[in-house]
């Protein structure tokens, strides 16, 4: 199926791509389709159970509140993340749902949502089935789903081929490896961003492309100035203290630290991953880039070029964007962006990645350039684990981001300094993590059963806050 860029960077609320976009968007497609097929007048109440990695940390995901979403009529890009609170807060207080917001339905949730710990279903880590049931219990109609990373929902029937829809969709230069990728650059005689324009086309115009495209970059900008501005206690339990605010104020009240010490810089991109994952675990507005968890790294990285980067240009924002699409759909293609399935090297590792070669791309790089600073930004991220302590995207999460994004400049300019030949290729890392993640144990693949989730469980509140 082709990808195309709007498959992978999506706008949706926090905590979680795949715990808490995911089923909103399953929620929603199940009470669309009993809409479609004209049962909606008769349904009495619905019935929602989740499996694998959604059963043992949705919770702390939100994946409860995304399901009274998505039954209710709301979808990630659209939902107002400042009224979740008071929506889902009315179900739970009423004991009913009015189903697409408009029939009203029993849901009283120990009963409808299930959460089902140790028990998974066999496609994928992340499985979720709905059923719907009339006045006398019995069933209209069940469907089960899938949430495959990234905000990706495919319906049982579909499972195996990461798909939603049929998509015939004939792209005119496609590219399933970076060494196709390479070949193509080197036969069109143009940039990977200049490549996958040209495959967007087939979809769309190029305005519509590079409106969409900069309107997320003006999400991603927004969420930044939102996580400048929030103080408090991120939501959850483990009360942990936002930072970015006062990490603002710090580096704009001492601007002239910057001219003592050079590597201030790296505290500002600290700055803007931090700010777009306390957002994330607040349950703010986000792109998914390529997942929610590691949705600061690109709008970090983003940021250090057009604050820090002399030669900054709006067109460069469409073409790093365009890269790192480019480089996403690579290991969409090819391995996965699901932490339940790879660990978060499929998310952050990937984000560094996408990161790393669409740096480089706007810096000046070659095609081989830039296949090698995502390859070095992965390289360096193989075996990361997902373990979220608490099950809440919170610690290790935030802090992750702020690290790979730090780590993909340093991949970008390490790249640039060389002529692109390299010993590992992007294709050879990518099915490196695939392999990594099919050996890794199951605890370690966001279950909250292993790592720093089960090793930092009385920790003094004054050191989770520090």
Known sequence: ??????????????????????????AFEFASGLRDSGLLQSVASVRAE??????????????????LLGLSGEEPE??????????????????????????????????????HHHRTLPYHPNGMRFQALDRDGNELLAKGYYSVGGGFVVDESA???????????????????????????ALYNCSIGQLMLENEKAWRTEKEIRDRLWSLWEVMQSCVRRGCEREG?????????????????????KPERGLRDPLTVLDWVDLYA?????????????????????????????????????????????????TAGAIGILYKKNASISGAEVGCQGEVGSACSMASGALAAVLGGTPEQVENAAEIGMEHNLGLTCDPVGGLVQVPCI?????????????????????GKHFVSLDRVIKTMRDTGRDMKTKYKETARGGLAVNVIEVPVNIIEC
């Open 1 to 26: 199926m082709p990808i195309s860029i709007f498959d992978l960077f999506k706008v949706g609320i926090g905590p979680s791509s795949s715990h808490t976009v995911g089923p909103m968007r399953a």
């Open 50 to 67: 989740l499996f694998g990695s959604l059963g043992a940390t949705g919770k702390g995901h939100g994946s409860d509140k995304a399901i």
């Open 78 to 115: 659209r939902v107002n993340s400042d009224t979740v609170d008071s929506m889902t807060g009315a179900v739970r207080t009423e004991g009913r749902l009015a189903l697409l917001g408009s029939h009203w339905i029993t849901f009283v949730e120990k009963q409808h949502l299930i959460f």
């Open 159 to 185: 499972a195996g081929e990461d798909r939603i829809r049929e998509d015939e969709t004939q792209l005119p230069r496609p590219f399933d490896s970076a060494v196709e990728l390479l070949g193509l650059c």
């Open 233 to 253: 206690a991120l939501p959850g339990g483990l009360r942990v203290k936002r930072r970015a605010a006062s990490l603002f104020r710090e580096l704009s009240n």
């Open 274 to 322: 931090l700010a777009v994952n306390e957002e994330n675990a607040a349950g703010g507005r986000v792109v998914t880039a390529p997942t929610n968890g590691a949705a600061g790294i690109i709008p970090a990285v983003l940021h250090y070029y057009a604050r820090f980067i002399p030669n900054y240009s709006d067109d460069g924002i469409i073409e790093f964007l365009l």
């Open 399 to 419: 802090e992750r981001n702020a690290m790979a994004a730090v780590k993909a400049i340093n991949a970008a300019r390490m790249a640039l300094r060389g002529d």
